[in-house]
C-alpha cells in the first residue's frame, strides 16, 4: 500500500507543467527495453522492435516488472529514418538497430523527399497499433503513454542523412538544409498526429544531435524548427519533452526558451543542479541518473545515491539520463523506482 494521492499520469503532467505532486514521478520517458525484462517477459529484440505484439509485451513488462509508472513505445530511435526509405541493420537482442542506408543520399533526393505516412510506411503501422493496444492496459492504473519523435536537426542528422553529407550541405549549401528542415518539421508534426491519435499523451521529442553543434550554429540551424515542431505538437495536445544528448552545458539555457515545449529531459553530461541553476524555472527537468556507469555498471547503492542527488538538485521527473541500457541489470531498475518512492517527497514541487 502506498499514501498516493495522484495516479501516475496525474503526477507526471503535473510535474511537466510545474504545478504541485504528490511525490517525483518516476516515469519512463526514454527506452526502456532491458534483457533482463525481455528475459522475464518472453518478448526480445528484435521482434519486440519490429511487431506490435513484442513492443505492448516489452514495455508493459518496464511497468509490471520493473515499477516504472509510464509506458514507451518504442524502443530505437530509427522510425521515421526507416519510413522514409532507410535502411537499418545489426538487429539484435543486446542492441538497437544502426542506420545502414539513409534516404537522403543527394541534393536531388531533398526535393524528391515526402514525409512518411504513418497509417502506411515503415513499421510506423505497427507502433501504431501497439499504442492502441497499450491504451486498453493503462486506463486501469492511469499510467502515461509516452512515444518518440526526431525533432527537425535530429531527424536529418542521424535518421535521414549521412552526418558527412549534412556537414558538407551546411557549409556550401545552407539553403539546402533549411529545405529539408522545414520538410522535417512537418515529419514530426504527421507522425505526432497519428500517435496522439492512437492514444499517446506525451511526445518525447528527440534533439539528440544538438550536443555536435555550437551555440551560434544551433541557434540557426535547430532552435527555429524545433520550436515550430513543438509547438504544432503541443497544439495537437501533447505535452511535449525535449531531450538533450551528450554535453549540452553550452546549450542548456537557451535550449529552455524551445517554444512548446513543457520539460527538458537532461542527460547525464550535464549535472543536474548546474543545470536547475541555467535554467531557473522556465521549464520542467527530467533525469538524470547515468546510464552507463550506475545503472549498468554501478550497484543498487550508487543508484539510490544518484536519484537522492538529482532530485534534491532539482529534477520534477526521476529517470535515467538517456536510454536504460540493453544490461541494465532489473535490480538497478528496481532500485531507481524505489529510490524515487523514498526521496520522491524531497521535490521541490511536493507540497500537496
Request: proline content about 5%; some cysteine; hydrophobic content about 40%.
Amino acid at each position: 500500500m502506498t499514501d498516493d494521492k495522484m495516479t501516475p499520469k496525474e503526477r507526471f503532467h503535473a510535474a511537466l507543467k510545474q504545478e504541485p505532486v504528490d511525490r517525483i514521478p518516476i516515469t519512463g520517458i526514454t527506452q526502456t527495453g532491458t534483457v533482463d525484462l525481455m528475459d522475464a517477459c518472453g518478448a526480445a529484440w528484435p521482434e519486440a522492435n519490429q511487431k506490435a505484439e513484442g513492443m505492448v509485451t516489452l514495455a508493459w513488462a518496464a511497468h509490471e516488472i520493473a515499477g516504472i509508472e509510464s509506458v514507451r513505445v518504442p524502443f530505437d530511435v530509427y522510425i521515421e529514418g526507416e519510413a522514409a526509405g532507410g535502411e537499418l541493420y545489426k538487429w539484435k537482442k543486446t542492441n538497437q538497430p544502426m542506420m545502414k542506408k539513409y534516404a537522403i543520399q543527394s541534393k536531388e533526393d531533398v526535393d524528391k523527399y515526402e514525409p512518411p505516412d504513418p497509417k502506411r510506411d515503415g513499421r510506423m503501422p505497427e507502433v501504431l497499433k501497439a499504442i492502441e493496444m497499450l491504451v486498453e492496459k493503462c486506463k486501469k492504473e492511469d499510467l502515461p503513454i509516452i512515444s518518440p519523435v526526431f525533432a527537425p536537426f535530429s531527424l536529418i542528422s542521424l535518421s535521414l542523412v549521412d552526418m558527412m553529407n549534412l556537414m558538407m550541405w551546411l557549409k556550401t549549401d545552407i539553403d539546402l538544409y533549411h529545405k529539408l528542415a522545414k520538410k522535417a518539421v512537418e515529419t514530426g508534426v504527421i507522425y505526432a498526429e497519428a500517435l496522439l491519435d492512437a492514444g499517446v499523451d506525451t511526445i518525447f521529442y528527440n534533439g539528440g544531435a544538438d550536443g555536435t553543434v555550437k551555440l551560434d550554429d544551433w541557434l540557426n540551424i535547430s532552435q527555429p524548427y524545433s520550436s515550430e515542431g513543438a509547438t504544432k505538437i503541443r497544439e495537437l495536445g501533447a505535452y511535449v519533452v525535449y531531450h538533450s544528448c551528450a554535453d549540452v552545458k553550452h546549450l542548456i539555457a537557451d535550449m529552455a526558451d524551445i517554444k512548446g515545449i513543457h520539460c527538458i529531459s537532461v542527460s547525464q553530461e550535464v549535472d543536474m543542479k548546474e543545470t536547475r541553476e541555467l535554467v531557473g524555472e522556465k521549464v520542467a527537468l527530467a533525469g538524470n541518473v547515468d546510464p552507463t556507469y550506475t545503472l549498468v555498471k554501478g550497484t543498487p547503492e550508487k543508484v539510490r545515491e544518484e536519484v537522492k542527488y538529482d532530485i534534491e538538485s532539482g529534477t520534477d521527473v526521476c529517470c535515467p539520463g538517456c536510454g536504460y541500457g540493453p544490461n541494465t541489470p532489473l535490480e538497478n531498475m528496481k532500485a531507481l523506482v524505489a529510490a524515487g518512492h523514498e526521496f520522491g517527497k524531497m521535490a521541490r514541487l511536493a507540497k500537496l
